[in-house]
């Protein structure tokens, strides 16, 4: 089955507007992490978030590791927040990251 | 020095030519991945080196072949591609093989015809 879900797949926001994204993962991964990739195709990688919350600016993410979901918050949006966001996992006996299918967010002025 | 250097940028080559990949970093990390991505897609796993031997294949072509000269460097030789093959190719370190702490590189986009 799918192991890394993420809602919804595409965004549109007006600048300065807040976001929730989310991501729900099975039992055979775990290691949650968050990436934005630019339309540039670079990723950058956001948080490293296996369970509980963390902030980073006008970003932060909480894994509710229990209830195997994630969540990751963008506030005060601005263009540059444009782009796709991965949620990703390490699946468990492999050590391989496993990427859910993404979010598209677009960011309009 | 805090990145991982893929170089080309772009690449466009024949379904009979020889050529490679390059990625590097200067980070000390001792796990290099590549990864394929398609349009519109998440990355996927093609290889992983850690301490510069390979340690997972998954089950990629042998048109494509990696190497890793050394702890700083990784190359992925490509020959007798196809044009299905035309993708970003994005290269990653990690400290170890440690599950965190992804450096990824801003891609090669390649272009078979």
């Known amino acids: 089955g799918i192991q890394v879900e993420q809602s919804p797949p595409d965004l549109i926001l007006q600048e300065g507007a807040n976001s929730t994204l989310r991501c729900n993962f099975s039992?055979?991964?775990?290691?949650l992490q968050w990436f934005h990739q630019n339309p540039w195709g670079q990723l950058i990688n956001l948080f490293y978030?296996?369970?509980g919350t963390k902030q980073n600016g006008r970003l932060s993410a909480t894994t509710v590791a229990t209830e195997r979901y994630s969540l990751l918050y963008i506030s005060s949006s601005q263009t540059t927040d444009s782009g796709v966001y991965f949620c990703?996992?390490?699946?468990?006996?492999?050590?391989?990251?496993?990427f859910g299918q993404g979010t598209t967010l677009q960011v309009k002025p | 020095d805090t990145e991982v250097t893929q170089t080309p940028k772009h690449l466009v080559m024949g379904m009979t030519n020889k050529k490679s990949l390059k990625c590097e970093q200067h980070?000390?990390?001792?796990?290099m991945y590549w990864y394929k991505q398609k349009a519109k897609k998440p990355p996927e796993l093609m290889f992983v080196?850690?301490?510069?031997?390979?340690?997972i294949n998954e089950s990629v072509p042998s048109r494509f072949s990696p190497e890793c000269p050394n702890s700083s460097l990784l190359n992925l030789h490509l020959h007798a591609l196809q044009p299905e093959d035309s993708a970003l190719y994005l290269c990653?370190?990690?400290?170890?093989?440690?599950?965190?702490?992804?450096?990824f590189g801003s891609g090669t986009r390649l272009t078979v015809v």
């Open positions: 990653a370190s990690t400290p170890g093989q440690l599950n965190y702490g992804y450096t």
């Open positions: 080196y850690s301490y510069e031997k390979l340690s």
């Open positions: 978030i296996p369970s």
């Open positions: 039992d055979s991964v775990n290691n």
């Open positions: 990703a996992g390490i699946r468990f006996n492999t050590g391989k990251l496993i």
């Open positions: 980070m000390g990390h001792r796990a």
